[in-house]
């Protein structure tokens, strides 16, 4: 109320101008949500967003990722949320227009670096591969996978569901190669076999088969697997470098299905989208 209050005295309503402004829905991906038991009103949903590369709209996007899911799954349920960095360089700041969001401890700020390493728990050792050099990664991964043969079946496949996700889209200065050595070699999986990978493959592939129907004919059947890889390209851009710019959407949706398979094979060693896409 203060600062309500404070800014009615700065600020006259001369020289303001109205508009009605038509808001465009940018498709967003949270990193996770922790959902609350069932009927447990008073049990926060809680966001988590792990920013391991310098983005200084993070904090916008976060909360409109926020307010949309809450948005689009109406709840009574309050809400909280983390965001975790590797150090504290990566952190931009906090915009003044969220100041209120921090102040009430609604969104918290980690650091990983500042965490001590004697904590040993499977959440934060995963986080902490975010952080470690190429080169310590594999060891690393093999003390994870150690820490969840002690585990039961069901809790051990959530957290190598998580820990297949941060190796295939979080960690995307990993070359195709190295994610494939670490997923046979130490976890004994396969890409092809991984929930991420399946996901987007089969949306892909019925999206172009029901394209090819619809078109009944040998032109349409062509069109539709385009389609397909079209859709599988573009969910697994979204997943390992996030909402993709309208450039990228242009060069994708015009790109011939032979240049979409040849970024398709080669997505995994691309550091960034420009570097892909622009690619030819």
């Known amino acids: 109320m203060w600062r309500m209050q404070k800014t009615q005295d700065q600020f006259s309503a001369d020289g303001y101008r109205f508009q009605s402004v038509e808001l465009k829905e940018t498709a967003f991906r949270i990193d996770g949500v922790f959902l609350p038991p069932e009927n447990s009103d008073e049990s926060p949903l809680i966001f988590a967003e ?93 003390r994870i996978k150690n820490q969840l043969d002690q585990q039961t079946p069901t809790i051990k496949e959530t957290w190598l569901e998580l820990l297949e996700m941060m190796l295939i889209y979080k960690l995307p200065r990993l070359s195709r190669d190295e994610v494939r050595i670490m997923l046979t070699e130490i976890l004994n999986r396969e890409l092809q076999e991984t929930r991420f990978y399946q996901e987007v493959f089969s949306e892909g592939v019925i999206a172009g088969r ?15 697997r385009q389609e397909g890889e ?47 896409l622009n690619d030819k």
Do not use: C
Not at 82 to 91: A, K, L, Q, Y
Not at 210 to 224: H, I, N, T, V, Y
Not at 238 to 243: E, I, K, N, P, Y
Not at 248 to 268: D, G, H, K, P, Y
């Open 50 to 142: 792990v920013q391991y590369y310098q983005d200084p709209k993070i904090y916008a996007r976060l909360l409109s990722e926020v307010m949309l899911y809450l948005y689009q799954n109406p709840t009574r349920n309050d809400w909280h949320a983390v965001v975790i960095f590797p150090e504290r360089s990566f952190d931009p700041g906090i915009p003044q227009h969220y100041r209120e969001f921090f102040d009430s401890r609604r969104i918290d700020v980690v650091y990983l670096q500042q965490v001590s390493s004697d904590n040993g728990s499977i959440g934060l050792q995963l986080l902490r591969l975010i952080e470690l050099a190429e080169a310590a990664i594999p060891s690393h991964i093999t």
């Open 230 to 276: 079209y859709l599988i390209l573009s969910r697994i851009l979204t997943r390992r470098f996030g909402a993709l710019p309208r450039w990228a959407q242009v060069r994708l949706i015009n790109a011939s299905s032979e240049q979409l398979e040849n970024w398709s094979e080669r997505l995994l060693d691309a550091p960034d989208l420009p570097t892909l």
């Open 210 to 224: 029901e394209e090819g129907r619809q078109q009944g004919q040998q032109q349409g059947l062509q069109e539709g």
